[in-house]
């Protein structure tokens, strides 16, 4: 019998949550396009650089610029601005000189995307839904990029309004467990415990965890039981009382 492994399907790209905090990246253009550019990168904490005309600038690129939320050069590309640079994004209307920057960073060895040119792109830039810590990209490979856009608004439309929330708590959640049992060999088992928690607790539970619940929960992470949020605050099931218009309750 042969073995049942996942078929390769090929053609397809590595869809990695790229860490640029810190870096620098360099963004060529400042068209609408640009504006997306560096729109995605200031969220991932980069340290980005715009080069372009101010003639050129819209207004949310302008508007980044005299805020000093990014670094600016008034002028055309030159080949020094690849000093230093671990990523480079242009926006430009003008193929030739993309492709020259492209080689330009080829040659040097930095990772660039040059807008609407797919075969002269490291990456690509998909649609994405950002709802806190939580970021779901799709990508249709430089094929489709609205229906990458029809595609991701219809994922969204179906995902709970507080996963944002409960991710987020989580994520607070697991930080405090890795300080009560940090040793490498307990990794295994805090992943099991955690995903015990994602599994038994509702979003809505999970929204609400505050410190004091996160300590109490932590408590019984040495046994492996993952009592509900109920449980915790010793909430029992509540009676009902109320008047039923005589003399008496019920």
């Not at 905090?21 to 904490?45: C, S």
Request: proline share 6%.
């Amino acid at each position: 019998m042969a073995p049942s492994f996942p078929a390769i399907e090929g053609n397809g790209s590595l869809l990695l949550a790229w860490q640029v905090k810190n870096k620098r990246v360099l963004v060529v253009g400042g068209g609408e396009v640009a504006a997306g550019r560096i729109l995605n990168v200031l969220n991932a904490d980069a340290k980005v650089t715009v080069v372009s005309p101010r003639s050129g600038l819209n207004e949310e690129v302008a508007y980044r610029i005299d805020t000093q939320q990014v670094d600016y050069a008034d002028r055309k590309f030159e080949a020094s601005d690849l000093d230093g640079v671990d990523m480079v994004l242009t926006a430009v209307d003008d193929p030739e000189a993309s492709t020259q920057i492209y080689k330009l960073c080829q040659a040097r060895r930095i990772p660039a995307n040059i807008a609407d040119v797919p075969p002269e792109c490291d990456f690509y830039f998909g649609s994405v839904h950002r709802d806190g810590p939580l970021q779901i990209m799709i990508s249709t490979n430089g094929n489709g990029p609205k229906l990458a856009s029809i595609v991701r608004k219809q994922i969204a439309a179906g995902l709970p309004e507080n996963i944002g929330a409960a991710i987020t708590k989580v994520g607070a959640l697991r930080r405090k467990l890795r300080k009560i049992a940090p040793a490498p060999e307990e990794g295994p088992k805090r992943m099991q415990w955690m995903s015990k928690v994602c599994e038994s607790w509702s979003l809505e539970d999970l929204c609400e965890l505050d410190d004091p619940d996160m300590e109490a929960l932590l408590g019984n992470y040495k046994s492996g039981k993952v009592p509900k949020l109920d449980e915790l605050r010793g909430v029992d099931d509540p009676v009902s009382v109320g008047f039923d218009g005589s003399f008496g309750w019920w």
